[in-house]
């Protein structure tokens, strides 16, 4: 006679990060199997950001370098920021050539979309392996823009950007402080990104549109004398406080931006949507000014999780990297 009450198997694979949970449960008749898809990031073939047509073939007479990361582990609420890559590189097909502010034809400015990424998915391995990709390709001199996957792919990137750049500051685009010590069981997890930079990589920071934070982040904040520049204290028309942004920054910038910095109805495609955020105009405004004032090493544009049935979150995220491009470079 068979007894099973339940049984759990963890099946992974080597060339994805597609975990599933086997339950096995006993009956009086029979034994059920049922498989339990707990969190999966399909790996999907890529374009290069705008088409083939768009794509400099030779890396080296690239000027751009667009580093797709598979990346998502633990996520707090919503699913779907692994596949951000895919969705993202698929919409920016779909965009126009010229950028309407500049009149420019960002598709001639030579950008290079580099192999996905795949990164382990234990998050310290992960964000090692994520740090040595980013430093062979900012060692090359180029923009490096990378997309991720959830916002723990920042850590390693930063690192890499730092290592090259010692006297870089971070500009945080984000609904979250990210200031958490540990979370899920983890220092290199996407709600610690900040706290790395602060406390191990010792660098200045900024953040901008937050709104969400947790005790240990709100004591954080108060010790360390912090000025984030919270959501409900931005002007919706006067962008003064920009100024302020730039003057709390040094020369050389790292840009991260988490997509849910943005107000979710403009970007709803995310995993933890926070009413009052910045409205797209406001977003580009502030890429402009730190493109015209200061020196743009990389970028990330990292948790966007698509919503099947419509595109607008990552047509959006997908224009705001040629907003980059065309005031950064
Ligand atoms: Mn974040």
């Known amino acids: ?32 199997c049922r498989l339990i898809v707990e969190s999966s990031i399909n790996i999907k073939p890529l374009i290069p950001f705008g088409g083939d047509d768009v794509q400099t073939r030779h890396i080296e007479e690239a000027r751009v370098l667009i580093l797709p990361i598979y990346y998502e582990v633990a996520p707090s609420y919503g699913e779907g920021s692994g596949e951000g890559p895919f969705h993202f590189l698929t919409a920016s097909h779909e965009l126009e050539t010229i950028d309407e502010e500049t ?7 030579g950008l290079h979309t580099l192999p996905a990424l795949i990164p382990s998915t234990d998050p310290e391995k992960a964000i090692s392996e994520i740090r040595q990709a980013a ?8 923009f490096l823009l990378s997309i991720g996957g959830d916002h ?3 850590i ?22 990210d200031l958490r010590d540990t979370w899920h069981g983890s220092r290199y997890n996407h709600g610690c990104v900040m706290r790395r930079v602060a406390d191990d990589m010792r660098l200045p920071f900024v953040q901008v549109g937050i709104r969400s934070f947790s005790p240990e982040e ?12 919270y959501a409900h204290n931005i002007h919706p028309q006067d962008d003064s406080w920009m100024d302020d942004v730039i003057n709390n920054l040094p020369e050389k910038i790292y840009l ?19 009413p009052g955020g910045l409205d797209y105009r406001q977003l580009v405004s502030l890429i402009k000014k730190i493109g015209a004032s200061k020196k743009v ?9 698509k919503i099947e049935g419509t595109q607008v979150s990552e047509f959006t995220a997908a224009k705001i990297a040629v907003k980059l491009f065309v005031h950064c470079l």
């Open 1 to 32: 006679m068979l007894h099973l009450s339940s049984f759990d198997v963890r099946l992974s694979t080597t060339h994805s990060s597609r975990f599933a949970r086997l339950e096995f449960g006993a009956f009086r008749e029979a034994v059920k």
């Open 103 to 109: 009149l420019s034809d960002w598709s001639s400015l």
């Open 135 to 142: 430093k062979t390709h900012l060692d090359t001199g180029k």
């Open 152 to 154: 723990a792919v920042s």
């Open 156 to 177: 390693g990137l930063i690192m890499a950007a730092a290592q090259i750049h010692p006297d870089i500051g971070v500009l945080q685009i984000d609904a979250h402080m």
């Open 218 to 229: 709100a004591a954080y904040v108060k010790s360390k004398g912090l000025k984030p520049f």
């Open 256 to 274: 991260t931006i988490d997509v849910d910095g943005l107000d979710p109805s403009v970007m709803p495609g995310t995993g933890t949507p926070v």
């Open 297 to 305: 090493i990389a970028s990330d544009i990292n948790e966007l999780a």
